[in-house]
């Protein structure tokens, strides 16, 4: 699929917060030149919610081959879980399709990385990975050209956040007493990604535009008088040194994910639909 060269026929894995602000995007014109073809949730109520809300009716399908094997879509835009990219991925990329990933964190899977590479390869598709909910990928794929000695991440989110993470069920923290800020975790972003799912996918995308997830690290924190979700950046190296902070505001419905993710998924729409691109 070649970007500014005709309408991008989508299909969307995915119905809930993330999927649903896309999907309208998409429906309103505000995505570029897309077109939402298909839909797919495990709960099928929750795509039926989606497509009653848009004024272009998607198809719904009865399961996720329905939408994978259509031949009229060109990308398949992940909106679901980690789960669902280690599910669909390949078979995506295998049927002809490029594919948005929303649930980075699944991509450090070593295993499936490869997978998921060789699938892309071998089918002359795209991989792609909005900058979800952190600024200044740009700068840290470009400094990563040359040597880069550290990169830490510093996630701090309200604890609500973090309910149903497999660490706090592991460690039976009860957040709704937290008083005082708490440091959850602090290692590799590859074992950020398992043990917060939903909480870190950042992370993961940091690690993929720079030295990788052994070599990422990561600081989370739960903080009870946190509003919004907080994400920090610092990574030195022969270029200098980069600080930045991302100050985001929640999903209502969904208060583990930023709303700015799903933007930055809309806003490579218009990337890859577009005929100027801007930004490294």
């Known amino acids: 699929m070649k970007a500014g060269i005709g309408t991008i026929i989508a299909g969307l894995i995915g119905c809930g ?4 602000v ?4 998409i429906d309103d014109g505000e995505a570029g030149d897309v077109e939402l073809e298909i839909v797919y949730d495990i709960v099928r109520e929750h795509a039926e919610k989606l497509v009653s809300s848009l004024s272009k ?34 078979k995506a990329l295998s049927e002809g399709k490029d594919f948005m990933v929303m649930s980075t964190g699944a991509l ?8 998921v590479s060789n699938a892309a390869k071998r089918s002359g598709g795209k991989v792609y990975v909005p900058s979800g909910a952190i600024v200044g990928l ?21 604890p609500r956040s973090f ?15 937290l008083d005082k800020p708490i440091l959850l975790f602090e290692g590799p972003a590859r074992e950020a990604v398992k043990l917060f799912p939903r909480n870190v996918n950042v992370s993961a995308s940091l690690s993929l535009a720079g030295v990788g997830p052994d070599r990422t690290r990561v600081r989370i924190i739960a903080d009870p008088k946190a509003e919004n979700i907080m994400h920090e950046i610092h990574v030195r190296g022969e270029f200098g040194e980069i600080l930045t902070r991302t100050i985001n505001k929640p999903f209502p419905e969904n208060p583990k994910t930023s709303y700015i993710a799903a933007l930055s998924a809309i806003a490579t729409l218009r990337k890859i639909s577009g005929s100027i691109v801007v930004g490294t």
């Open 17 to 20: 917060s993330i999927g649903s």
């Open 22 to 25: 896309i999907a309208r995007a």
């Open 57 to 90: 009716k998607p198809r719904i399908a009865r399961n996720a081959d329905e939408l994978l094997k259509d031949e009229k879509i060109q990308l398949v835009i992940e909106a679901a879980s980690q789960e669902a990219v280690r599910q669909y991925a390949v």
């Open 108 to 115: 450090l899977d070593e295993e499936l990385f490869r997978e």
């Open 138 to 158: 740009d700068n840290v794929k470009a400094a990563a050209v040359r040597d880069i000695d550290e990169v830490l991440l510093i996630t701090r989110k309200p």
């Open 163 to 177: 309910e149903g993470a497999p660490l706090v069920k592991k460690r039976g923290i009860n957040l709704s007493r």
